[in-house]
C-alpha cells in the first residue's frame, strides 16, 4: 500500500526550516557584529552600527584591535586562570555532584527526599544575596600552603574553585537522569556482588555520557562567566579570570574595537569546549522525556 503524503507537507516543512534560519540568524547575529566589530577602527565601527555594514567584514580591517587588547591587560594570563578554574570545577563538580545524585536516586535513607527538595529550593536564592556572607567566611577558612597552615582564601585559586564543587542544579539534573535509567542494571550488578562504587564507576557512569555532557557544559558556562565573586575575591591579576579582565578596557578611554577583540578571545575557549561535547549534549536533549 502506498503511503498518503500530504500535499502541504512540502510546505510545512519548508516553513518549519524557514523559521530555524531565522531564530538562528538572530542568535548569531551578535556573535557576528563582535568578531566583525574586532577588526576595524573605533570610527569606523560607531559609523557602521548604523547600518548593515555593521555585521559585514568592509572597510579598513587589520589585527590592531588585538594587538592592542594584549597591550592593555594581560589576556592570556587571564585566559590561563579562567580554564584552570573551569576545567578543575567542571571535573570536581561531575564527580561529586553525580555521587550525590546517585545515592539521592538508588540508595534509600530516612529523610532523603526532603534533603533533596531542600536542595533544590536553594535554586530560588540568588546569589548576591549569599555573596557577602560567604566572602566572610572564606576569610577566615583555614588552608594548608607552601607557607604551611594560614587562615584565609582571598586572592587564590581554591576560592574560586571549592565553594562551586558542589550545586543544586547540577545534582538535580543527574538525579532526573538516573532515575530514568533500568534498575535492573543496578539490581544485577548488586547480585553479582558489586559494591555501591562499583555500580556507581562500572555501569551508571558509561550509560551516562549525555548528562555528563550536559552538566558539563552547563557549568563550564556558569564558571567560566563568573564576574561578581572572582571580583570580590581577588585583589591581584595574577588570580583574575577573564570577566574580571573586562575592567581593564572600560578604565579612562573606552576603545571599543578593544573591547570586542577581547571578547572574541575570550570567546573561544567556550565555543571550543561545546564544540567537543555538542553530540552528547544534543542527545541529551533529544532523549529528555524517553523512559526506559
Not at 556507581?200 to 557544559?217: C, E, L, M
Request: aromatic share 16%; hydrophobic share 60%; with cysteine.
Amino acid at each position: 500500500m502506498s503511503a498518503v503524503i500530504s500535499p502541504n507537507t512540502g510546505v510545512n516543512t519548508a516553513l518549519r526550516y524557514l523559521l530555524l534560519v531565522v531564530f538562528a540568524l538572530i542568535f548569531v547575529f551578535p556573535i557576528l557584529f563582535m568578531v566583525v566589530s574586532s577588526f576595524k577602527p573605533a570610527q569606523q565601527l560607531l559609523r557602521d552600527t548604523a547600518s548593515i555594514a555593521a555585521f559585514l567584514p568592509v572597510g579598513d580591517l587589520s589585527f590592531d584591535n588585538y594587538a592592542a587588547a594584549f597591550r592593555r591587560a594581560p589576556v592570556a594570563l587571564f585566559i590561563f586562570n579562567s580554564v584552570v578554574i573551569t576545567v578543575v570545577t567542571v571535573a570536581g563538580a561531575l564527580f561529586i555532584c553525580s555521587m550525590a545524585a546517585f545515592s539521592f536516586a538508588f540508595l534509600e535513607f530516612k529523610g532523603k527526599e526532603v534533603v533533596l527538595a531542600v536542595l533544590i529550593a536553594t535554586l530560588i536564592v540568588p546569589f548576591e544575596t549569599i555573596a557577602i556572607p560567604m566572602l566572610m567566611l572564606v576569610n577566615n577558612l583555614p588552608w594548608i600552603g607552601a607557607g604551611g597552615l594560614q587562615f584565609g582564601w582571598l586572592n587564590t585559586y581554591h576560592v574560586q574553585i571549592v565553594p562551586f564543587l558542589a550545586d543544586a542544579l547540577t545534582i538535580f539534573l543527574f538525579v532526573q537522569y538516573f532515575r530514568d535509567l533500568p534498575r535492573e542494571l543496578i539490581e544485577a550488578a548488586r547480585l553479582d556482588g558489586a559494591t555501591w562504587f562499583q555500580v556507581y564507576t562500572r555501569v551508571i557512569v558509561p550509560i551516562s555520557g549525555p548528562v555528563f555532557a550536559t552538566a558539563a557544559i552547563l557549568k563550564f558556562l556558569a564558571m567560566y562567566n563568573q564576574y561578581l565573586w572572582p571580583l570580590l575575591v581577588t585583589q591581584s591579576e595574577q588570580y583574575r579570570p577573564v570577566m574580571v579582565g573586562l575592567q581593564y578596557f572600560f578604565q579612562l578611554n573606552i576603545a571599543w574595537g578593544e573591547v570586542m577583540a577581547y571578547l572574541s578571545i575570550i570567546t573561544l575557549p567556550v565555543l571550543i569546549f561545546y564544540l567537543v561535547l555538542q553530540r552528547a549534549f544534543i542527545s541529551s536533549i533529544a532523549s529528555t522525556g524517553i523512559k526506559g
